[in-house]
Antibody, heavy 121, light 107 residues
Framework: QLQLQESGSGLVKPSQTLSLTCAVSGGSINSGHYSWTWIRQPPGKGLEWIGYVYHSGNTDYNPSLKSRVTISVDWSKNQFSLRLSSVTAADTAVYYC?????????????WGQGTLVTVSS | DIQMTQSPSSLSASLGDRVTITCRTSQRVGNSLNWYQQKLGKAPKLLIYAASSLQSGVPSRFSGSGSGTDFSLTISSLQPEDFATYYCQQTYTIPPSFGQGTTVEIK
């Protein structure tokens, strides 16, 4: 059974960089043609897509965050990561990592449990 | 960007009721439309992908339909564990976008 687990700093100061890692277990991150993604959810609000890292290693980002976000993958450690720079209180959210199943729906079939990141001084 | 409009934003229903949630997209998305269920404090769970395909392990009382710009999620007979928030998601274009959510509450 595939499992994803987010980890990283739960408290980040304004203007600093948020860094999270998603460790994948129960399967290889490099198998198949899966892509991987980060999603966030501000407290009490809806879901926002942050970006993809594709099987090729290429990335796509939400234009609203593109200037501040980097998603990378470490094949050897079976994990992928998110960095979001110059954070503000508006970046406070639960951050989820998920697997993207290739096909017509590009659906998110496995999710991490989520990790709350608070931006505050 | 494609805008997603779910309706209603919330609804109250009784056990055994048939419930339908709709999702309208601002542009045609073919069948690139997925549905997720989220319970309080938990990650979303995939229910329906590609508009009408039932994810493995999801009860058959859940069904999806639609194409183009108009989609719906139906729960044929509401069960206690179905009280949650439901989100649609389009993956036709970048950025993929989610609806604002529909909360299903106990009447």
């Amino acid at each position: 059974q595939l499992q994803l687990q987010e980890s990283g700093s739960g408290l980040v100061k304004p203007s600093q960089t948020l860094s999270l890692t998603c460790a994948v277990s129960g399967g290889s991150i490099n198998s198949g043609h899966y892509s991987w993604t980060w999603i966030r959810q501000p407290p009490g609000k809806g879901l926002e897509w942050i970006g993809y890292v594709y099987h090729s290693g290429n990335t796509d980002y939400n234009p609203s965050l593109k200037s501040r976000v980097t998603i990378s993958v470490d094949w050897s450690k079976n994990q992928f990561s998110l960095r979001l720079s110059s954070v503000t209180a508006a970046d406070t959210a639960v951050y989820y990592c998920a697997r993207v199943f290739p096909g017509g729906g590009s659906q998110l079939d496995y999710w991490g449990q989520g990790t709350l990141v608070t931006v505050s001084s | 960007d494609i805008q997603m409009t779910q309706s209603p934003s919330s609804l109250s229903a009784s056990l055994g009721d048939r419930v339908t949630i709709t999702c309208r997209t601002s542009q045609r998305v073919g069948n690139s439309l997925n549905w997720y269920q989220q319970k309080l404090g938990k990650a979303p769970k995939l229910l329906i992908y590609a508009a009408s395909s039932l994810q493995s392990g999801v009860p058959s009382r859940f069904s999806g339909s639609g194409s183009g710009t108009d989609f719906s999620l139906t729960i044929s007979s509401l069960q206690p564990e179905d009280f949650a928030t439901y989100y649609c998601q389009q993956t036709y274009t970048i950025p993929p976008s989610f609806g604002q959510g529909t909360t299903v509450e106990i009447k």
